[in-house]
């Protein structure tokens, strides 16, 4: 075959740079939209805050309103700081053999930095290893022992566990260490005789027990001890009958039993841990003016740019030696364009929301209607895919409390009288009925499938199960009590 031309028209869907830049920004959340913005405030000198030293100040567009195309509200970033340290100090040496590898923390505080900021150091906090190190420090002990004590420290989970067995951690040690089995047993015991109680456990069981060890001797607290030690499955089943047999305590004497181990701590380290704080910045903010629901946006959470006047006159006085700063300043107008309109299409979402869902300002969960991604977006015609993106990781402040936009959409199920409710509505009513049950004879998945019902939604024996599990609520055999 020979080589030829020819001629062909197609058509094709392309996404312009700043197509492709809108929406990604609508699809982040608050705090992803401001690390993006400082990641491009660094590599673009064009765009500023208007909060940037020289120039002058543009003031903060109402709510609702549309600012200047070239700004957009500034943020209000959320500080916080969750920091964890965790330390140990060495042994000395002992029969020739360093101790200090063996019983040594994962880190240790340092003790030259007095420049150091007050409140980081109160908000780090005392990790478990720190405080039971603090005790062992005190205690009387040989070097030797204290660092076999430190080992199995080590060797603690975050609830304070000790999961590996003493000959899994024999194994670990040097052979020169000359440690039998039998020493780490009594380290072990030394380990379980700290404060909290319960540390160094090698089941619930035996956290419970050491716990109820070190409590004040009671009348009571010799059943606790065999319920703990010998029927704790029992109890966690709520197999009352059969724990009165097999132990011959009567009804009050099980009741102040389960009373008393309920109130100790199965996870007794878990308390020295540090959480990681996650921050949730509302978008927009819900409030009742006038008898109407209204929504605005959340002025703190509005990144405030602008074009960087010098700049900008340098470029347009020497427009043909402008080079690279060309194309920045179209990229940072993109920028401030793609922002404002990110954020007036969530208002615009979040307002038609609220119009949907007026009944659940009113009157809570169970008022909530059956809505869909759809809905919202055939009203204010917009695709369903940017309705989706609006509603994902964006949130909303309201007298109820603060909620993710996806949070007001659901499935729905049928009524009697031909309607819909929605999931949220029915969760709800699981949750009312459930708080209001007998604990001695609490429903089951059935019957309150049939007391939904009887009010005209019809729901399933399984969908109740499902909506209770998601709902965290146990089934029926572990909500009764005696």
Known sequence: MKPSLQLKLSQHLTLTPQLQQSIKLLQLSTIELNQEIE????????????????????????????????????????????TAHEGGEGSSEDDGIDWSNVGQGASSRSEDDEDGDYQDIQAAGVSLREHLDQQIALSPLSDRDRALVRFLIE??????????????????????????????????????????????????????????????????????LEIVTSHLELLAERNFARIRKLTGCDDEGLRE????????????????????????????IVRKLRGHWSVSLNQEAMPRLRINRLYASLLQQNRAQGGGLGGQLQEARWLIKNVQQRFDTILRVSQAIVDQQ?????????????????????QLELHESTVSRVTTQKYMATPRGVFELKYFFGSHVATDTGGAASSTAIRALIRQLVDAEDSKKPLSDARIAEILGEQGIVVARRTIAKYRESLNIPPVSLRKSL
């Open 358 to 378: 007026r009944q659940f300002f009113d009157h809570g969960d169970v008022a909530m209607r059956p809505l869909t991604l759809r809905e919202i977006a055939d």
């Open 155 to 224: 060797a603690l989970d975050d609830d304070g566990y000790l999961h590996q067995p003493l000959e899994e951690l024999l194994e670990l040690l040097p052979q020169d260490a000359e440690v039998e089995l039998d020493d780490l047993a009594i380290a072990l015991r030394h380990v379980q005789s700290l404060e909290p109680a319960g540390i160094g456990a090698r089941s619930p069981q035996e956290c419970l027990a050491l716990q109820l060890l070190a409590l004040p001797e009671s009348a009571i607290r010799p059943l606790a």
């Open 39 to 82: 990641r491009v405030l660094l590599e673009n000198p064009m765009l500023e805050r208007e909060d940037g030293d020289g120039g002058e100040y543009a003031p903060a567009a109402p709510p609702g309103s549309a600012p200047d195309r070239e700004t957009a509200p500034e943020p209000a970033e959320p500080t916080g700081e969750s």
């Open 257 to 284: 039993a389960q009373a008393l181990i309920c109130s100790l701590d199965p996870h007794p380290g878990s308390r020295y841990s540090t959480a990681e704080t996650r921050y949730v910045l509302p978008d927009v």
